[in-house]
């Protein structure tokens, strides 16, 4: 096969496939030119994952009507002029490929209006970067940007999408890359709506402290330190300073990282490098030395066996004589950046961090606490070894272990005898509990007195009255004489006689012995007899 020129459509399609290799990668280059616009509000609008619809608005400058078309063809940009600027620029784009890959990948439409234009201006793009159409509208100062149907002409690409598992690591991603963006630009307000559901909002904030709080949450952000260092690239000397003063020195460490405490390495150890937040002059980069510098320290100072990354955040701001010792163009999502002083600032972190952390002590008062806690559950559990009587207080068997409802309740609730379980069920005896009738028809009451000394207390189980018969009495009135007829046949058929009445009305009609009891199961003779005589 000979050696030939591809077409240009082909060339672009194979560029902006590596451009824009996701929809993550399409929202961070989209939100990252709002921001080199100047916005102070960065809104994000997914439908089905981002796929379908993908919408960022911001507040910024806006582009002038003239300058639309030449946002979409490849390598035009605004922030540099040459390839020497890459030293001074300050700016998150600069190679101009954004826009013109997520054209050549998507259906996309912009809308912009400058300060001084008095409608804004919406323009269709068809993917050889060509206008296919112009409307005016109304809208605010700013820019819409609207890719809909992505990767619609890459069937490989999404089909690979078309895992739910992949689309929602995406959504993840795009949380994340929102996250990191909040925590560095305090004065922005970041917003995503994901089919119509607000799932990350973060407000207006004046520094890092407040914006990281706003992020993670305050009571995270209240265990953790905050220091700002200044760090010389050829000694490697390392000085603290104030962390609401301005930056003056050409190379300074901003770092949020978590207290030593006690449970730091459960609340705030990650086995995922996700919450470890590092940035390069404001941009969320990936820097292996600096997370593995972290991952490190935090598992020493917490004494952990298998390590883990901590929740932190590391800003380094590289001034203008040490720019030209970094590379913000080895890859093509710019997530990498190469920095030829790194080894001074890692190793400023690291002294500056066992310094400070190996000075401090967890706080003993937590200790204390936890082993005054564990004695006295143990002392609970197994009995404290050191008392002379370990034998536990004997359990008052009287109390009684039901709650009296219905008929049985009696609003005099100090003047109620406690009974068991089988004293309440257990059937009246023959001189005990119910009212008798001497020979004469009159019935005996008797009244028993508390021995406290309080008021009496009379049961009449029969009447509904308060008056209960005495054995002492019983027997005093059968031997006194007061039967003319014999006294013990007389008592005999009368206690039998009331003892049923008793067991029909005295019973709680809540409360049954059955309750109490374990059932006798019938045998299998009795269960196949009674199917029979069912038929």
């Known amino acids: 096969m000979s050696i ?10 194979l560029k902006s496939g590596q451009v824009i290799s996701s929809v993550s990668g399409a929202v961070k280059e989209l939100v990252e030119n709002s921001l080199d616009a100047g916005a102070t509000m960065v809104e994000l609008r997914l439908e089905e994952f981002g796929f379908s619809k993908l919408e960022v608005r911001d507040n910024g400058a806006g582009v002038e009507k003239s300058q639309v078309p030449a946002m979409v063809q490849p390598h035009t940009t605004s922030k540099i002029r040459s390839f020497s600027d890459l030293e001074t620029v300050l700016s998150y784009g600069f190679r101009g490929e954004a826009l013109a890959s997520l054209c050549a990948v998507s259906h996309l439409k912009i809308t912009t209006k400058t300060k001084s234009d008095l409608i804004a201006s919406t323009f269709t793009f068809s993917h050889d970067y060509s206008v296919a159409g112009i409307q005016s509208q109304a809208g605010k100062q700013g820019t819409m940007v609207l890719a809909t149907n992505m990767f ?13 598992s992949r689309r929602k690591e995406e959504l ?30 973060k407000i207006v904030c004046s520094n890092l402290s407040q914006s990281f709080a706003a992020v993670m949450g305050q009571s995270c952000r209240s265990k953790m330190e905050e220091f700002c260092l200044s760090i010389n690239p050829d000694t490697g000397d390392v000085k603290e300073k104030s962390t609401d003063s301005e930056q003056t020195d050409d190379l300074e460490v901003h770092l949020i990282f978590p207290k030593k405490i006690p449970g730091a390495s ?26 593995k510098l972290m991952k490190k320290l935090f598992s020493e ?29 080895l890859e093509p999502n710019k997530q990498k950046v190469g920095l030829g002083c790194i080894s001074s600032i890692s190793d400023g972190i690291e002294t500056f961090l066992r310094a400070q952390y190996t000075s401090e002590k967890v706080p003993e008062t937590s200790d204390k606490q936890d082993e005054t806690i564990t004695k006295v559950c143990v002392n609970q559990v197994i009995g404290d070894p050191s008392s002379k009587d370990p034998t536990p207080e004997p359990v008052d068997q009287t109390e009684s272990c039901f709650t009296m409802i219905g008929s049985t309740q009696v609003d005099d609730k100090e003047n109620i005898d406690n009974h068991s379980v089988s004293q309440f069920f257990s059937k009246p005896s023959a001189t005990k509990g119910v009212e008798r009738q001497n020979c004469g028809g009159e019935p005996l009451r008797v009244e028993k007195h508390n021995s406290d000394g309080d008021d009496e207390c009379n049961f009449d189980l029969l009447s509904g009255s308060s008056q209960i018969p005495l ?13 003319t007829s014999s006294p013990l046949v007389e008592f005999e058929r009368n206690t039998d006689l009331q003892s049923e009445e008793v067991d029909r009305r005295a019973r709680s009609p809540v409360l049954k012995p059955e309750m109490f009891e374990s059932p006798d199961l019938p045998g299998l003779d009795a269960v196949y007899i009674n199917r029979l005589k069912d038929g």
């Open 301 to 329: 100072f917490c004494k952990l066996e298998l390590e883990k990354f901590p929740v932190c955040m590391v800003s380094i701001s590289v001034g203008a004589s040490q720019r030209k010792l970094l590379d913000a163009n």
């Open 152 to 164: 619609s002409n890459l069937p490989v690409r999404r089909a690979y999408f078309k895992d739910l």
């Open 172 to 201: 993840k991603k795009i949380e994340r890359l929102f996250a990191a963006f909040s925590i560095i630009n305090p004065e922005v307000r970041f917003t995503i709506h994901h089919n119509r559901n607000n799932i990350f909002s």
């Open 266 to 291: 459960t609340e705030f150890g990650r086995s995922t490098v996700d919450k470890t937040y590092v940035f390069v002059n404001k941009r969320p980069v990936e820097m292996k030395e600096i997370e």
């Open 4 to 13: 030939s020129s591809l077409p240009q459509g082909t060339v672009h399609l």
């Open 471 to 483: 054995e002492e009495d019983i027997a005093k009135n059968s031997v006194t004489g007061l039967c």
